[in-house]
C-alpha cells in the first residue's frame, strides 16, 4: 500500500478538523488550533495518546533472537526503519507537535528494536523512496503497513505481522454499500496513485466494462486533500487502508466505512509485513521478533492501543503468498 506525502494540515488536526476546514484555507495553524490537546478516539471507542510523550509499551530483548541479527548491524547497534511520510493515523503520523512520529507501525518498530536489542532510528521519506532506500542498503527494514506480493517477493523478503484490510469510505447517508466491482461502477473513485488498492480499483473497473458497466472514475490523491474531496461531492468514495479510514470516519463523525475488501485481493489474504532486501540475513530476526511480541502479549497491547485488534495474526510468516501478479 501507499501512504500520502505529508499534508499541509498536522495530522493530527486534520483528524479533528479536515471537515470543518473544507471552505477555508487548511494552513499547519489552524489545524493544530483545531486539534485535541492530548487525545482522540479511536475506531473502537479507545482513547488515542497525540502528544509526542508516547509511554511506548517495551519488551525485554531476547538474546537467541538478536543472535540472529547480521553482525554488520548488531555492531552499529542501530536498525533503521523506513516508513512513509507520516499522514495516516492511526499507522503512522505526527503527534500534535507536529514533529514526532506515532502510530501503529512506530510502535511495532520500537518493539522488534527491544527484542533485538538495537535503538530504532525512525526514516520517513515518500512512498517510493521506501524501496529506493532498501534497494541501496540505505535502511534495514521498511515498516510502512507495506503489503507482501509476489512481485515485491523477487527483491524483499517479508515478515507478516497484520492483516491487510481495505475500505471504502464515503460521506454518512451515502446509502452505498461496497462488496465488490459492480458496487463502484460509474461512481468516482479516489485513491492513492502507486499502492495496491489503486490496483485493485483498475482491475475492478475493467470487469465492470466486460461485464457491460460503467467503468469507476478513478481520481488521484498524494494526501490528505481527499477529506475535502468527500466533503464537497467531488468523490463519491475514497479507497485505502481500512484502519486510517475508520480512525478519520471517527473523528469527523461526517464519514462511514461501507465496506472492506482483502488487500490481497479475491483469491489472498492479503498480508503485511516488515520489507527487507532480498538475501540480507534480517528476515529471521524480524520473524522471530515478532513472533515474540505475539507471544508475550506487547504485540496485543499495541494493536489495542490504536483499535486495530481486528487485524492480529496469529505468528509472523515469512515470505507468504502474496497479491498476484497482474495477468498480462
Not at 532498501?134 to 509476489?150: A, C, M, P, Q, R
Not at 515485491?152 to 497484520?162: L, S
Not at 498524494?222 to 480512525?247: C, K, M, W
Amino acid at each position: 500500500m501507499s501512504l500520502p506525502r505529508r499534508a499541509l494540515v498536522t495530522a493530527a488536526g486534520a483528524l479533528a478538523a479536515a471537515l470543518a476546514l473544507a471552505g477555508c484555507g487548511s494552513t499547519a495553524g489552524a489545524a493544530a488550533d483545531l486539534a485535541p490537546a492530548k487525545g482522540t478516539t479511536a475506531p473502537d471507542g479507545t482513547v488515542v495518546n497525540l502528544s509526542p510523550d508516547q509511554k511506548r509499551v517495551t519488551t525485554p530483548k531476547v538474546d537467541a533472537i538478536a543472535a540472529l541479527v547480521p553482525e554488520e548491524i548488531r555492531k552499529k547497534g542501530t536498525l533503521t526503519v523506513v516508513d512513509s511520510i507520516g499522514t495516516t493515523p492511526p499507522l503512522d503520523f505526527y503527534a500534535n507537535d507536529d514533529k514526532t512520529i506515532i502510530g501503529v507501525e512506530p510502535d511495532l518498530a520500537a518493539l522488534i528494536g527491544n527484542v533485538l536489542g538495537l535503538r530504532v532510528e525512525y526514516n520517513p521519506v515518500s512512498w517510493e523512496n521506501i524501496f529506493v532506500g532498501l534497494d541501496s542498503g540505505k535502511y534495514d527494514v521498511g515498516i510502512s503497513n507495506i503489503t507482501v506480493t509476489e512481485a515485491r517477493k523477487e527483491k524483499y523478503d517479508f515478515a507478516t505481522y497484520r492483516l491487510d484490510v481495505l475500505g471504502f469510505e464515503t460521506k454518512k447517508g451515502s446509502g452505498l454499500k461496497v462488496a465488490g466491482p459492480k458496487d463502484l461502477a460509474g461512481k468516482s473513485v479516489g485513491v492513492a496513485t502507486g499502492t495496491n488498492q489503486e490496483k485493485l480499483l483498475v482491475s475492478w473497473s475493467e470487469e465492470n466494462v466486460r461485464n457491460g458497466l460503467k467503468p469507476i472514475d478513478i481520481k488521484y490523491f498524494q494526501g490528505t486533500e481527499y477529506y475535502l474531496a468527500l466533503a464537497s461531492g467531488r468523490i463519491d468514495v475514497y479507497t485505502g487502508p481500512n484502519p486510517s479510514l475508520a480512525f478519520h470516519a471517527v473523528q469527523t463523525g461526517e464519514t462511514e466505512v461501507v465496506g472492506t475488501y482483502s488487500g490481497g485481493g479475491a483469491d489472498v489474504l492479503g498480508k503485511i509485513a516488515a520489507t527487507t532486501r532480498k538475501d540480507n540475513g534480517l528476515v529471521k530476526a524480524l520473524n522471530g521478533a515478532i513472533d515474540e511480541v505475539i507471544r508475550n502479549g506487547t504485540y496485543g497491547q499495541v494493536l489495542k492501543r490504536w483499535g486495530l485488534d481486528n487485524e492480529a495474526v496469529k505468528s509472523s510468516e515469512i515470505n507468504p503468498p502474496g497479491l498476484p501478479k497482474p495477468k498480462p
